[in-house]
């Protein structure tokens, strides 16, 4: 165990206090009790440059009942809307280094990419993120740290500007695992977060469902997080999801990939192949899905109910009020919309009003829905564990299978405990590529959510934990994310702790 893992294990078993860095669209409201001042809550936008919330996010408050203190908010794309954290109306988010002796600026991802760079950097020993499509994952790979998003419904999302209300998961992030592990399951006599409803939070599941759940699952009372002793991998089956093998995917990412599995087969483990056969569509049925949601939640910034309101005439006015005279209150709506929203935010917005409107409804919306629970059943198939939330299980039909996936005996494939596979399908990209990529095709960022976005439909618990990667530009930091069933977020953290061990340790 190194010593910053003991020093942080030590900050929550005895309740004394560590450091918080807070995304800026969780509200919170004064940084301490002494102070009377609310901190702002932006959302890195100019609609909110100047917010101050009249009340704190739950899930805030129930760290600081834990010892957290607030150093801070973070930066991020706009609403929670981009992959790099280049977004932002306070300037974009980078990470630091230096290569050939010249200081180079690096992408953080998205959206939580101040979040991640904060506990990176050691300005923070807990972050929290929000996690929609990938948010808090994607970030905790290019920055080299733990991002951990839980089952949907677990973590409370009251106080939570919303993206995409279907979608949107809080995630912590941490250099280790073990600090989040006992968050999330308590530790000492700190009740785990995992049991705390919040009635605020029409999203949070029942005491009664929660309680249920747990039953059907290991780690959750005492286990292998009692322990200093890693959760044993021996006999644990990982599925490899063949659709991840994509021709985007990094040949350093790749290989990456492949050593790990390695690592995990020498010490007892079972690799097994399965077959995600509608992960291929998840990305675009995520991107009407979530455009969706997200015209709908910001129709109320207008500058007139919500919002900062922009009175000053913009170059654009002259344009937008030709053919609309006497239609003063409209101009002003325009204008608040065109100067409080950045161009990401925007290009979300008129896609999403188009996904539901009544021409494009069927076409897209609907079938967008279809296709998320496609993805939900695929994955209900592939691991051993049932879903709590389902009456019955789900099985495959043989004749689907490629023939690349084995047959365990007669009623299928072999179901696996967990999927392996990388967090994103590149190292971090240097800050000045992903700004010259964003001019000429400002949605080639989109492909970065690619193997994050499936476990967010299905609203599965999922966790990024470093891997060390060689590539042109040398040693590098990548992501390798572990996915597991509904609720089986006990588990899945023990494992990503004796997974990271073996993966990092030459970090």
């Not at 860095?21 to 809550?41: H, Q, Y």
């Not at 929290?128 to 419904?153: H, I, N």
């Not at 700190?190 to 999203?203: F, I, N, V």
């Not at 967008?368 to 299980?393: E, I």
Request: hydrophobic share 35%; proline share 6%.
């Amino acid at each position: 165990m190194s010593a910053r893992t003991g020093r942080l294990r030590g900050l929550c078993l005895r309740h004394r206090q560590f450091r918080l860095a807070v995304k800026d669209n969780i509200a919170t409201v004064s940084p301490n009790p002494e102070e009377e001042t609310p901190l702002t809550t932006t959302c890195g936008s100019n609609f909110l440059a100047n917010y101050r919330s009249p009340f704190e996010a739950t899930i805030v408050t129930q760290l600081r009942s834990r010892g957290a203190r607030l150093v801070g908010k973070t930066n991020l794309d706009e609403f929670g809307m981009g992959s790099h954290s280049v977004h932002t109306a306070f300037g974009a988010v980078a990470q630091e280094g230096e290569q050939e002796q010249q200081a180079v600026k690096h992408s953080a991802g998205g959206s939580s990419g101040g979040s991640a760079v904060a506990v990176a950097t050691d300005e923070a020993d807990i972050a929290l993120g929000t996690d929609t499509g990938g948010s808090v994952r994607l970030p905790a790979a290019y920055t080299g740290v733990v991002g951990f998003k839980p089952s949907y419904g677990m973590l409370s999302r009251y106080g939570v500007v919303p993206y995409a209300n279907s979608l949107d998961t809080v995630g912590l992030l941490a250099k280790e695992v073990r600090p989040i592990a006992e968050l999330i399951l308590g530790s000492g006599e700190a009740k785990g977060l995992w049991t705390e409803h919040d009635p605020l939070d029409p999203t949070s599941l029942s005491p009664g469902a929660r309680r249920r759940c747990a039953s059907q699952r290991d780690c959750y009372h005492g286990g292998p997080l009692s322990s200093r002793d890693p959760y044993p991998l021996k006999n644990l089956k990982f599925g490899l999801p063949l659709e991840y093998n994509i021709t985007e995917l990094s040949p350093s990412i790749r290989h990456a990939w492949s050593a790990a599995a390695a690592k995990l087969q020498s010490l007892g483990a079972r690799l097994v192949p399965v077959s995600l056969p509608s992960t291929r569509h998840a990305l675009s049925a995520y991107y009407v899905i979530a455009p969706a949601e997200a015209s709908s939640n910001l129709a109320k910034y207008d500058g007139i109910r919500y919002g900062t309101r922009f009175t000053s005439p913009t170059e654009s006015d002259a344009a937008t009020s030709e053919g609309l005279e006497g239609q003063e209150e409209g101009i002003l709506y325009a204008r608040a919309r065109a100067a409080g929203f950045g161009d990401e935010v925007k290009r979300r917005i008129i896609l999403g009003a188009y996904t539901l409107s009544s021409a494009a409804m069927d076409n897209y919306f609907l079938k967008a829905q279809k296709m998320r629970r496609l993805v939900r059943r695929d994955f209900n198939r592939v691991f051993a564990l049932p879903n709590p939330l389902l009456d019955k299980p789900e099985s495959f039909e043989l004749s689907e299978l490629p023939e690349t996936v084995g047959l365990e005996d007669k009623w299928g494939p072999t179901e696996v405990d967990f999927l392996l596979c990388p967090t994103a399908p590149t190292t971090a990209p240097r800050l000045e590529e992903v700004l010259s990529e964003e001019e000429k095709d400002p949605v080639s960022a989109y492909m970065n959510d690619v193997f994050t976005v499936p476990a967010s439909l299905a609203g599965l618990p999922a966790i990024s934990v470093p891997m060390r990667v060689e590539d042109q530009e040398g040693t590098g930091m990548a992501g390798l994310q572990l996915i597991g069933q509904y609720w089986d977020d006990a588990r899945l953290l023990a494992v990503a702790e004796a997974v990271a061990g073996v993966v990092g340790e030459e970090l």
